[in-house]
């Protein structure tokens, strides 16, 4: 089996080599510490399963999942995050994932989300699952940040908790100007006019 591990923790990719092996024996590996390089090691090898972090520097593992289903389909992708699940999962779902773990997630319940991407199926907690159930049954009340799109959403989050466009901007490895453009569209599409109104949406609607 070959299995790609992009995440920019050595810890985590260390972490993530030792429980598979110890469950599928000989595994061969690969490894990309951004987005960069996980689009370079999926476009240069032939990979059973892609483990693809939401969050890495330079471009994020939502962006990263796009662009490998346009080309590579039938490549199953299964995302991790430190984030709460119910966060990101549904709009890496909607992109093609196999499904959605959390980092903090027991050895057991990875392997489990592991086995299903490789027989081709979504691995999908109790969590998403109802959450996936309210948004087909009431498709029209979505949540305003809904209209963000995942960079924005990422970007909003982080100035919800009281970090600066430039502190933003090193974290993500983007130029100060781009999270600029990021901040004023988040602050269009949500009504808003601050920052110190992004963190009350943010807090009101369960974000931060």
């Known amino acids: 089996m070959k299995v790609l591990i992009a995440d920019d923790h050595n810890v985590v990719r260390e972490g993530l080599k030792h429980i598979l092996e110890r ?7 690969g490894e990309a510490r951004d987005g960069t390089e996980a689009l370079e090691a999926i476009w240069k090898e032939g990979w059973d399963i892609v483990l693809l972090d939401i969050h890495m520097p330079g471009r994020d593992g939502i962006e990263i999942l796009r662009e490998v289903k346009k080309e590579r389909p039938k490549v199953p992708v299964l995302m991790m995050s430190g984030s709460s699940e119910e966060e990101y999962a549904v ?9 959605y773990i959390g980092k903090n997630a027991p050895p057991e319940e990875f392997l489990q989300a592991v086995g299903e991407a490789l027989a081709g199926r979504c691995y999908l907690t109790p969590a998403v699952a109802q959450r996936l159930a309210r ?17 924005e959403y990422q970007v909003m989050k982080m100035l919800a908790v009281g970090k600066t466009v430039k ?7 983007l130029s100060v100007k781009t999270v600029s453009t990021y901040r004023t569209r988040i ?21 931060a």
């Open 23 to 29: 469950h599928y024996g000989a595994v061969v590996f």
């Open 91 to 99: 709009r890496a779902l909607r992109d093609g994932a196999s499904g």
């Open 135 to 151: 948004e087909v049954a009431a498709p029209d009340n979505q949540p305003a940040h809904e209209k963000l799109s995942d960079r």
């Open 167 to 173: 502190e933003v901007a090193s974290e993500l490895s």
């Open 187 to 207: 602050l269009e599409k949500l009504g808003l006019a601050s920052n110190v109104e992004i963190a009350r949406f943010a807090i009101k609607a369960g974000l």
